[in-house]
C-alpha cells in the first residue's frame, strides 16, 4: 500500500507541476489535470492512512496523521491554488514535501522489514518447519496405532506422502486508486475530454541514504510487550491443553464403548454358531 501510495504522490506532483505550463486558454485542459492531481493525492493519502490502521502497533516517523491533515486540507483548496502562480507555487512545495515524506517511510519500512523481522521471521519459520514434520511424523505412528487396535490390520503409513503444500494465508487490504475522470466531470455546457497527453511515468526519487533515516521501532513497539505476550502464552497453553485432554478422553471412551459393542457382537455371534451346530448334532 505504501509504494502505491509512494507512486500516486510522484504522479500528482508531476501532473501538478506541468499544470504550470498549461495555457489559460485550455481551462479544461487545467480543470482535468487538477482533478487528475486531487484523485491522486486523495488515492495516495487513503493508501497510507490504511498502512497506519494495519500497523497500528508503529508509529510511523514520517506522514504522520498531523501531515496527512495538512494535505487534506491543501487538497480541498487545489482549484483555487490552480490560478494563480504563488498558490500553485505554495501548493507543488507542500505535496512535493508529503512525496519526500512518503518515499522516506517506504525505505524506511523496507530497512525495517529487512533488518529486524525478516531476520526472525526466517529463524521462526525453520523452526515452525521443524516442528510441524515432527508432529505430523507423531500423529501418523498414532492414526496407525489406533487402527491396528480396532481392526488389527497393519496399514502401510507411507501411502500418505507428507503433502508439502501450506496454505498461505493472505490478509486482504483493498488498495485505493484514482478515481477515472470522465466527461460529465468537465466544466461548463461543453461536455468534451480534452485533448491532453498523459504524462510519461515519473522518475522516482532517489532512496534517502539509510543512515539518514529515522531509526527503527523498538522490538516492544513491533510485537508488544514480551512478558504480557507469554503470560497470554501460557494461558492459551493451557486451555489447549485442557481441551486435549478432554477430547482424549471421549476419543478413549468412545473407542472403549465402540471395542465392547464389537466383542459383545462376536460373543453373540459365537453363541448362535453353537446353538446351530447343537441343534444340528440333534437333528
Not at 504550470?20 to 495516495?44: F, I, K
Request: some cysteine; charged content about 30%; aromatic content about 6%.
Amino acid at each position: 500500500m505504501l509504494e502505491t501510495a509512494n507512486s500516486q504522490f510522484a504522479y500528482a506532483v508531476q501532473r501538478w507541476s506541468e499544470l504550470r505550463n498549461m495555457p489559460g486558454s485550455n481551462p479544461n485542459g487545467r480543470y482535468q489535470m487538477a482533478v487528475e492531481t486531487r484523485n491522486y493525492l486523495c488515492a495516495a493519502l487513503q493508501n497510507v492512512e490504511g498502512a497506519q490502521r494495519i500497523l497500528n502497533g508503529i508509529k510511523f516517523p514520517y506522514c504522520a496523521p498531523d501531515e496527512m491533515q495538512t494535505l487534506r486540507k491543501a487538497v480541498e483548496y487545489i482549484f483555487c491554488d490552480m490560478n494563480t502562480p504563488p498558490r500553485h507555487a505554495h501548493a507543488f512545495d507542500c505535496y512535493s514535501a508529503l512525496y519526500k515524506r512518503c518515499h522516506a517511510l517506504v525505505q524506511w519500512v523496507k530497512y525495517v522489514i529487512d533488518g529486524t523481522i525478516k531476520k526472525d521471521h526466517d529463524k521462526v519459520e525453520a523452526e515452525f518447519k521443524a516442528i510441524q514434520r515432527q508432529l505430523r511424523e507423531e500423529r501418523m505412528k498414532l492414526i496407525h496405532d489406533k487402527i491396528h487396535q480396532v481392526t488389527g490390520e497393519q496399514v502401510d503409513m507411507k501411502d500418505y506422502g507428507e503433502d508439502d503444500h501450506q496454505e498461505e494465508i493472505k490478509h486482504e487490504h483493498s488498495i485505493v486508486q484514482p478515481d477515472v475522470i470522465s466527461a460529465a466531470d468537465m466544466p461548463g455546457d461543453k461536455k468534451e475530454m480534452p485533448d491532453v497527453p498523459p504524462p510519461p511515468q515519473p522518475v522516482a526519487a532517489p532512496p534517502p541514504p539509510q543512515e539518514q533515516l529515522a531509526p527503527p521501532p523498538s522490538m516492544e513497539d513491533l510485537i508488544g510487550d514480551v512478558k504480557e505476550i507469554q503470560k497470554r502464552h501460557e494461558k492459551d497453553m493451557e486451555e489447549l491443553r485442557k481441551t486435549q485432554e478432554n477430547s482424549r478422553a471421549r476419543a478413549d471412551a468412545s473407542l472403549e464403548a465402540q471395542l465392547r459393542e464389537r466383542r459383545s457382537r462376536q460373543a453373540r455371534l459365537r453363541v448362535h454358531e453353537e446353538q446351530m451346530q447343537q441343534m444340528e448334532s440333534v437333528q
